[in-house]
């Protein structure tokens, strides 16, 4: 399969977790969406799409979205995603998206070091989150994926209370 | 439609095309496949797998593709594109892909400026032209589109003899 099939696959099963998010799993009634990665501001679009009304906080190392996808500036975090995002934990958080893998197996392994820790520690009882890499930590419980996704495409949990 | 969904729509318009003239519509029998635009190098990835044997150039500014979809350095060729592409004219191309929108419609008028002349001339007669941004040029024939793909978000041309 081409790298260009790999993609499109990858980012039609996160709208597809996402969507199944909002479909089927409430979340906590209060508490931020965090998106890890704002990139472009293509998934964050989506996120204020399917969420309104919800605050939507978005993290990068610097600014690389479209103009119509930028955040208001009190909801964009700058920096080094590993030091930034940990200021959130303890915030209850109700939604978590992460989708910051880069394709190389060793940079993604030094990502999962710390981003399962930090996206446990950000949510509170019951939220959720959806990644692109998979989070390994004890207080995530993994949920079913929609059926269009495939197994190891992408990745959904449920914090534990 | 969330720009999420929009980006997906048009990831698979540009591999439904691709795959499209792969299938259906006989390249000339020599010509490189010129890919404008390499970035993240995924279309160059499926450009290879599709086409195995034709030399693909691939164009971008700065070099930012994965390193598994590097071409040689014989076939890269980095700077401003509206530069460098033009240096490919009367090459008798038989084949490009064009994708450099930018979601910007004062900056995307601009590459409409040169953009579609610099194909008009790489190409050689039959030659095709496969594009995220329309190119209005006499030289090049305005061809249909597969099924799967809507119109307007992805252009298909051939250069005509």
Do not use: C
Not at 133 to 140: G, K, V
């Amino acid at each position: 399969m081409s790298r260009l099939e790999s993609f499109i696959r990858r980012m039609s099963a996160q709208r597809d977790v996402i969507d199944h998010v909002r479909e089927t799993l409430p979340l906590p009634a209060t508490g931020a969406i965090l998106e890890i990665g704002l990139g472009n501001g293509r998934t964050f679009d989506h996120l204020r799409e399917k969420f309104p009304g919800r605050r939507i906080v978005a993290f990068d190392r610097a600014f690389g979205a479209h103009a119509s996808s930028a955040p208001p500036a009190e909801d964009l975090v700058l920096g080094e995603i590993a030091e930034t995002a940990k200021t959130f934990a303890g915030t209850e958080a109700a939604l978590v998206h992460a989708d910051i893998g880069t394709g190389y197996e060793d940079k993604d392994a030094i990502t999962l070091t710390w981003l399962p820790g930090i996206v446990a520690q950000a949510l509170g009882a019951g939220g959720i989150a959806v990644s692109g890499l998979p989070l390994d930590h004890a207080a995530l419980e993994p949920l079913p994926l929609p059926a269009s996704v495939d197994r190891d495409r992408y990745f959904l949990y449920r914090r534990r209370p």
